[in-house]
Structures are given as C-alpha cells and as structure tokens.
C-alpha cells in the first residue's frame, strides 16, 4: 500500500515537472508555430546561469533563478529577432536554425564547464515525511510551481490581450496582420515567454537532478512527446499529456525494465495519437 | 521566347548529366590519387549516408517529414546483421533481406500514420525512431541491446578499397532508382499532393495509397544503405540509429537543398567530409558543424545546391548593374 | 538585390574567418613530434569521448594521460634497447558513441598508424574499438571493462586491462562492507543495462556471497537515459536490503541514484565502484551524502603510494584539481609504458607475449600481479591495489587500501 501511495504522489510530482519543462515549448509551437528544437538546450542554458550566480556568485538561489529567467527571457527576444525572423513561414530553415542553435550552445557548455559535475542545492532542502509518504521539499515546491505556472499560462492566453494577440497570430497571421497586430512584436514577446519558462525549468530541475551540457536533449523529447500528445493549439491540453507521459514513466519501471517501459509508453501514446490523430486537445494544422 | 526557354532546359539538363558523369567519374579514379585507407573509410561512410539522405528527401517530397528515419536505418542494418552474425547468412542474402525487412516494416507503419499531417507526422516519426531503438534493446537477445552488435562478418575481408567500390555501385543503383521514381508519373503525382492534398485527392488520387509507396520505397534504400553499413563497420549501436542521427540526416537534406535531387548528396558529402577533415577541433567540431548551417540558410535560399546557380546570378547581376551605370 | 549581396559578402568573409581560425588553432593545438635529434617518438593513441556521453569525466582521463606523457617523457622517457624514446600521445575523440569509436579507432590505426593504445571506457566504445584494434593487432589497454566477453577475453587477445574495472573495483568495495559492516547481510545489485548484466550479475553475486553477502532477486536494471530515478530505487528498496551495491554508471546517475535513495528513507550503506565520493557529494547534495562508500583516490591524504603524492601537486598545478579520474587516465598510460619497457621491444606482438607472462607489473598505484586466467578467460588484468574512500556527512575521507586478485 505503502509503494502505491508513493508512486501516485511520485507520478503526480513527474507529470508535474514534465509539464513544467514542456510549456516554454507549447507555447512556441501551439501559439507561434514554431518547433523550436533548441528548447532543450535553452532550458540547459537558464540551469547553468543560475547555477553560476547562485554558487559561483554566492547570490541567494531563488534570486538567481529570477535573473537566470530575465536573461534567457531576453535572449529569447534575441532569438526572435536574428533567428526566427528571417525564416518566417519557412518550416525547414527555421529546423537548421534551431538545430545550429543547439549545436552552438551545447558545444559552448561542454567545452566551457563540461568536465565539473554540477548540480544546483536544493532550493527547498528537506525531506517531507507523511506517515508512509516520503517526499523530498523540493520536488514538492517544484509541483506547485509547475501547476502555478500552468494555470497562469492557459489564464494569459485566454483573457490577456498579447496572449489573445499570439493566438490570433498562430490561427490566422494575415487576419491578424489585417486587425492591427505586429506580428514580429507578439512573436518577440512569444519567444521571450517560451525562454523564461525554459529557465525556470533548467534551474528547478538543476537542483532536483543535475546539470549537464546534454540534459536538454532527454527533456526535449519528453516536452514533444506531451505537447503532440496533448495536442497543438491546447496550452491546458498540456496537463493531460504531463499527467499521461508523467504517469507511464513514473509506474511501468516497477514492472518492466527500463528499455520496455520506453517502448511501451511510446507504444500507448502513438495508439492514442492513432485514434486521436490531432491530439487529445489539438486543432487541425494545414 | 518558347524556344529559348525549351533550349535552356535542354542545356540545363545536359549541364546536370555531364556534371553527375564527372562526379562519378571522378569517384572511379579516386583512390588511385588518395592512399590513405582512413580517407576512403570516410567516403564509404558518406556513400551510406547520400543513399539515407536522398531516401529520406523523397519521403520528404511527398510531403512527409520523417524525422525517424534513422529509426527505419537501424531495422535494415540489424536485420541484416543479426541474420549475418546469428544464421551465417553471407551478405549478398542479408542486404536485400535487410532492405525488404524495412519496406514492409515502413508499410505498415506508413498505412497506420497516414492519417497523421504535417506536424504529427513528423512527431510521431520522432518517436517511433526511438521506440524502434527501445524495442531492439526489448529483444537484445538477437539484436545485442545497448551492448551493440559486434562481430558482423565483414564483407570483401574490410579491405576499404573494395568496399568503396561496392558502395560506389549500390549508390549509383540507388540514386538512379530514386530519381527514376521522382521523374515519373508516380513521383510527379506525390509531389502534388505534397503542395495540396485536397486538391489532389479532389481529382481522384488515392492519396493514402501514394504515402505509403513514399514510405515504402524511401525505406526501402535507407534499410538498404543500414544492411550495408552493418556490413562494413561490422559494430552496431544504438548511438548510430539515435534521434541525433534521423536529426543530422534531415540537416543534410536541408543544406544540401531539399528542392533539388543532387541536395541531399551534396549536402551529406560537405556535411561529413568537413567535419572529418578538421577532426583535430576535437570537442570544437560541432561549432564548424553549426557554422556551415548557419550560413547555409542564410546565404543560400536553395541551399548548397544553388550556390553555383546564386553565384552565376550574382555575377550576371553585377554586370547589368554596369551596363545601367554606363554613363 | 544589394541585401542579398551584402549578405553573401558576409558570407565569404565568415568562410573565410573560420577557416582561417582552424587553420591557425591547427598551428597552435597540432600534435607535436617533438622529437630532439637523437631521440625518436613513441605514439600511443588515446581514445576517450571529449564530447557526448561520458565526456565530463572521459575529458579528466585524458587530463592525466598527457600528464602522464609529460612526466615520462621529463624524467627521459623510455629506453627500448639502448634507444631513447619519447611518448607521443595522440588523443582523438570517440564523441561517446560506438561509430564515433570506431571512426576514432580507424582514424588511429590506419592514418597515424599507431601500435599501441589506451581507452576506452562504456562497454559499447570498448568492444567497438577491439573490431578496429584487434584484426590490426593493435595492442590496447583498455580503461575499464564490465566483464562481458566482447570487450575483453579471449576474443580480444591484443586487449590489456590496465585499470580495474567493474568486478575488481566492487569487488574491493565489498571486502570492505562485510569487514565493516558486519551486520549487514543482504543487498540488491542495481546495474545500468548496457548489456553487461548477463554477465556482471552472476559473477558479482558469486562474489558478494563468497563475502557472506546474500543478493535479493535478480539485478535492477536503468538504462542510460534515466532521468528520475524514483521508480528503480523504489524496486530495489521493496525487497528491504541492508546495503544498495550499485555497478558501474557515472557520478550524474549514481549520485541521484544515492539521493533518491535517503529521500525514500533509506539509511543503510551504498556502495559504488569508480564513482568518487566528492563528485557524487555534488550531485547528491550534502543532506543525501552520508553512508556512501566507493573507489577512489583522495589525494591529500598521506596513506597514499610515492608516485600519487608526486603527481597530486602537478595535477593541482595544471588543472586546478586533483580528481580520480585523472589518476586514472594517469595510470592507463602509465602501465602500458611500463610493459612496452619491459619488453623491450616496439612490436605489439612481443609486448604482448611479455606482458602476459610477467608475475607483476608496476602501477600508479604500486607493484601489481597480473590475474584474471580464471575470471576472464586470460591473465591480463593488473590487478593494483584499490583504494576505498567514505562519504559521511558530506566528508570525504580516505579509508584504506585492499588488495585485488582477480583469479
């Protein structure tokens, strides 16, 4: 009884960190359009910064967490303008571009501090003991922050005027032009959104596991795995896909070993793609 | 007007057959000018990889981004290699097997997808690449897992010369076939419905059916080139069937030109030799890598293959712009 | 028009940058044959992933193996029958993948036409390079094994296993437990599925029972890619061991592995083989870092052989650290340069014959019998001594050295 309140709690905890890592890249993709394959390595990015100023700098971590957002934030901003622009529309140059990206940063990464094992401390240090539940802080607070930020996203995009603009934008862009909306000003503000969220992921996870100039290629594939899961043109949609992904990878290793858990979750969810061909929540795409 | 237009056709097409017969012939005489075995050892890698990347643009042009196909890669090589290493099969018998093995895997798996667009697509090639890999390590037992393959009996004793000239044959056959394919009626057909498939399947064209035939024959040569390459690296391993490898494939095709048939060949050998070339940058080379695209997409629309095409056009260009500035 | 040309200017000029950079670094960074008038260079090809999986502690290796050339080739280098050599390390990158080994291996063997190497590490990347080294009777000391036949056995006759690998450093590790902790009676094996599970868990299970150590259930599998480790941990925990014997893996993996396994409650001991106590204490975080025991070289303290003390500061000097991996890249080169001497002879062939017949062999780590007849299917582990090291409380400390003979 005691293992399967455990696994629960443990599935809830990863849905909740997959969805985390996998709303920078929804919103790109389900808002903007974009695959933006260089999410992994952004959010890899947004770990090492704040691991920089929060150990290397001594600078308190939550600080550091709020800087290392701001700076991948305005990198994003950077990104829009020099990578994504002149590729508008253009599906393929826009996949070099964010493949280079990757290239560029995770070579940068290795080569700099790839050799130094590093992890982030805790930002919540602690174990949470429950009776039979025992439940590291961390993992916890990384929950709430997760459903914090999720809800707060699906809230922008419904009610907030950019967010309504960058749906605008992904649904029809020459209807949007023809209503007023700058294109390139709401996808600056789309990429910037999709970077500070990637920090925020890189540096939680940075503490709960640790830091590598690779991690991001692993968390990249799960972050496409829940959004076409979830469906594109859904941000709420997310949950159900971290839920489902979360719940597989959190329960079948109890069962099967590591290769077969691999193969049958990326079994069920081709079935379901297969039966839901757009998604769980998704929209049609031309 | 007509008719210049008709002759600058028949000049372009000549252009093109007498460049591919240079480059061929070229390749011939080529390890009679380079001794060193490691040099040809790279040129049979970049042989594999042209039969990989042109499969993979023909799925492409039917509108079918597959971003597995490594995935489709590793089911030709381990079958062959397994049915090599285990059964003893020589390889004249494992490499069409191998190539058979992957169409009727790619049939079935491009009859299930077909309902899938665009971006789906694409996702759920991604993942079956790598479910394809979590399945190979599920049946380990045949296939070695992680551990790998090792120990495939190497064809014509590893000599690298022989097998350059082997590769050299299979991708002229390969290449030949594709294009065959792409010119005819069937490939003419699959890159209209690729621009729009409700107009296509408005005529009447089973548009389902022709997906699959992509798949099928685009899998086809890329199990081809995986029997092969088991073949002649004698190891298999996971690490070469990854996501990064079906990701390095669609970027050959894409700075090559995905537009053109000679991209993907152009793009894998610039894209494979450079790197190899300048091995010395160690942990560097991926920045030499990712130089190469950036300025692929930004310089050259076409991609590497209208670089003599922009480069003539830039040159004509100019000397308009001094007739105009005559005074 | 003018936009597009600008940008095709740019273009070239950025060719024409980075060419000329490359050209310039190849000056700068090009492999030396420094060699005087009278003394000739011996190659040795170093194969270790300086990118990719395995890079972070693969790169530190190759840290120890050029200082390992540099303090060989200062005290003279070696004398084969009354000629001087020097050592010239070739490194090449095998990217942590199996072709990118093989491609390395290829690079090695038939353009700079080496006849000796070391590396390298993850199981793949070795049985990898034996496909290149072995048909080319290329001898190789390998860093590591995980004792399946592929990699290293009779199938590769010209491979030499310098270091220790899986089975003697956890081995040692055990020795260690049980006179340690002898109330601790059963324990599960956790080891990465890489395919050595086959082979490693019998033989393991062999030896932790022969140490009065009971193994519960078959071995716990995780695959390389795991990121969350909650669900494997909790599998091992379920059968209630008193100590956790983790195998191979790197300190990234090991020490969540440890983390999550005092997050889940368990206090008993964990051991690791080859995966230092101070890299796993970054991991793991101070709170988890406690009752964790591995191997590994703790270079400050004074229980250490001569020729550690002597190459601690260098290390310090040049790196600005002093990690275990590096000693290990130190000793690879080291012993392989010890048996070239012993031979005296630059023909892999006769190296070979000589070193497989030699009673002992000297290591970083001190003098060293050659074993492994029975283990392996041929003697030709160095079987040097190990040195254990405790995590407590976010400590490192020394602990003692055991001696390994691996029959």
Not at chain 2, 34 to 46: G, K
Not at chain 3, 54 to 71: N, R
Request: net charge positive.
């Amino acid at each position: 009884m005691e293992t399967v309140i455990n696994t629960i709690i443990g599935a809830l905890v990863l849905s909740s960190m997959y969805i985390l890592v996998a709303l920078g890249f929804a919103l790109l993709l389900s808002i903007m359009g974009v695959l933006n394959f260089a999410h992994g390595a952004i959010y890899m990015v947004g770990g090492y910064i704040c691991y920089q100023f929060a150990v290397e700098f001594g600078l308190n971590q939550w600080l550091s967490l709020l800087l290392s957002t701001l700076i991948m934030g305005a990198f994003g901003v950077l990104l829009e303008r020099v990578c994504f622009r002149p590729f508008y529309g253009d599906m393929y140059r826009t996949i070099v571009m964010t493949i280079a990206i990757v290239l560029v940063l995770e070579t940068t990464v290795n080569v700099l501090v790839g050799v130094h094992i590093r992890s982030l401390p805790a930002f919540v240090p602690g174990i949470i003991k429950a009776g039979a539940i025992s439940l590291s802080a961390e993992r916890l607070v990384t929950f709430f922050i997760g459903g914090v930020l999720l809800l707060g996203l699906t809230l922008f995009i419904k009610k907030a005027k950019a967010g309504q603009q960058m749906l605008a934008v992904s649904q029809e862009p020459e209807g949007a032009v023809l209503q007023g909306i700058d294109i390139f000003r709401i996808s600056a503000v789309a990429c910037a959104m999709g970077c500070a969220l990637a920090a925020v992921a890189g540096s939680l996870m940075g503490a709960i596991f640790e830091l590598s100039p690779f991690m991001g290629d692993y968390m990249l594939v799960k972050a496409i795995q829940l959004v076409i899961l979830s469906g594109i043109g859904s941000i709420g949609g997310v949950l159900a896909g971290g839920l489902i992904v979360g719940s597989i990878d959190a329960v079948l290793p109890l069962f099967a070993s590591g290769a077969v858990t691999q193969a049958v979750g990326l079994g069920i969810i081709i079935v379901l793609l297969l039966i839901r061909p757009r998604g769980l929540f998704g929209r049609e795409v031309t | 007007m007509i008719e210049t237009e008709i002759s600058l056709r028949a000049s372009g097409r000549l252009a093109r057959i007498v460049a591919y017969t240079a480059v061929l012939v070229i390749s011939l005489l080529l390890p009679l000018w380079i001794r060193s075995p490691y040099l040809i050892h790279v040129f049979n890698l970049t042989l594999i990889n042209i039969i990989a990347a042109s499969s993979l643009r023909l799925i492409a042009v039917s509108g079918q981004l597959s971003l597995g196909h490594a995935g489709f890669m590793s089911i030709g090589a381990y079958t062959a290699g397994g049915l090599a290493k285990h059964l003893g099969w020589a390889a004249w018998i494992t490499i069409p097997v191998g190539a058979v093995a992957t169409m009727i895997v790619a049939i079935l798996v491009g009859y299930l997808f077909v309902r899938l667009r665009a971006i789906y697509f694409s996702m759920v090639s991604l993942f079956f690449g790598i479910g394809v890999l979590a399945v190979n390590q599920v049946c380990e037992k045949f296939t070695g897992g992680y551990a790998g393959l090792i120990g495939v009996p190497v064809m014509f004793a590893g000599s690298k010369v022989q097998n350059y000239y082997f590769f050299i044959g299979l991708t002229v056959f390969s290449l030949l076939a594709l294009y065959r394919i792409e010119t005819c009626r069937i490939g003419v057909t699959l890159k209209a419905i690729a621009q729009s498939h409700l107009v296509a399947s408005s005529v009447g064209i089973n548009e389902a059916g022709y997906r699959v035939f992509a798949m099928g024959v685009g899998c086809f040569f890329v199990g081809l080139s995986g029997a092969a390459y088991a073949h002649y690296f004698a190891v298999l391993s996971h690490s070469s069937f990854n996501f990064l490898a079906s990701v390095n494939m669609l970027v050959y095709v894409l700075v090559g030109g995905i537009g053109s048939f000679a991209g993907p060949i152009v793009g894998t050998t610039v894209l494979i030799i450079i790197p190899e070339l300048f091995r010395m940058l160690k942990a560097y080379v991926p920045y030499l890598f990712a130089a190469i695209m950036i300025i692929v997409i930004f310089v050259m629309p076409e991609g590497l293959v209208g670089l003599p095409g922009q480069i003539i056009s830039w040159i004509k260009g100019s000397r308009e712009r001094k007739d105009t500035h005559a005074p | 028009m003018r936009a597009k040309k600008s940008l095709m200017v740019l273009g070239i000029i950025s060719l024409t940058i980075i060419f000329g950079t490359i050209s310039f670094s190849t000056l700068v960074t090009g492999t030396s044959s420094a060699a005087a008038a009278d003394t000739k260079n011996l190659d040795i090809g170093l194969l270790v992933a300086l990118s990719g999986f395995g890079s972070g502690a693969e790169t530190l290796i190759d840290q120890g193996a050029k200082t390992a050339m540099e303090s060989i080739n200062e005290a003279g280098g070696i004398t084969i029958n009354g000629q001087p050599y020097m050592i010239n390390l070739i490194v090449e990158d095998t990217k942590g993948s199996a072709e990118g080994s093989v491609a390395a291996a290829n690079k090695l063997v038939y353009d700079r036409k080496v006849k000796f190497v070391v590396g390298t590490v993850v199981p793949y990347s070795i049985e990898a390079v034996g496909t290149v080294t072995e048909p080319a009777k290329v001898l190789r000391s390998s860093l590591y094994n995980c004792a399946t036949p592929s990699e290293y056995g009779p199938k590769t006759p010209y491979t030499f296993m310098g270091n220790d690998g899986t089975v003697e450093g956890n081995t040692a590790l055990l020795t260690y437990l049980v006179e340690a902790f002898p109330e601790v009676k059963t324990t599960v094996l956790v080891i990465p599925d890489d395919g050595s599970i086959p082979h490693l868990g019998p033989i393991m299970k062999r030896a932790a029972e022969k140490r009065g150590l009971k193994v519960l259930g078959e071995p716990v599998s995780w695959t390389h890619n795991t990121v969350d480790f909650t669900p494997i941990i909790a599998k091992a925990l379920a059968r209630k061991p008193d100590t956790l014997t983790l195998l191979n893996g790197w300190p990234a993996p090991v020490g969540a592995m440890l983390k999550t396994a005092r997050e889940a409650g368990f206090t008993g001991p964990v051991t690791c083989g080859h995966n230092p106590c101070e890299d796993i204490l970054k991991v793991a975080g101070a709170a988890a870092s406690t009752n964790y025991f591995a191997t590994g070289i703790v270079g400050s303290s004074p229980d250490m052989p001569p020729m550690v003390k002597k190459i601690t500061p260098i290390f310090v000097k040049k790196f600005g650290h002093a990690l275990y991996y590096n000693y290990w890249g130190f000793n690879g080169i080291y012993v392989l340069v010890k048996a070239i001497e012993a031979a005296q002879s630059l023909e892999p062939d006769k190296v070979k014959d000589s070193w497989e017949n030699m009673k002992s062999i000297d290591s970083l780590y001190g003098r060293a019998p050659m074993g492994g007849a029975k283990t392996y299917g041929i003697k030709h582990t160095v079987c040097h001594p190990v040195a254990i090291q405790s995590l407590m409380n976010a400590k490192v400390k020394h602990v003692k050295w055991v001696d390994v003979l691996v029959p």
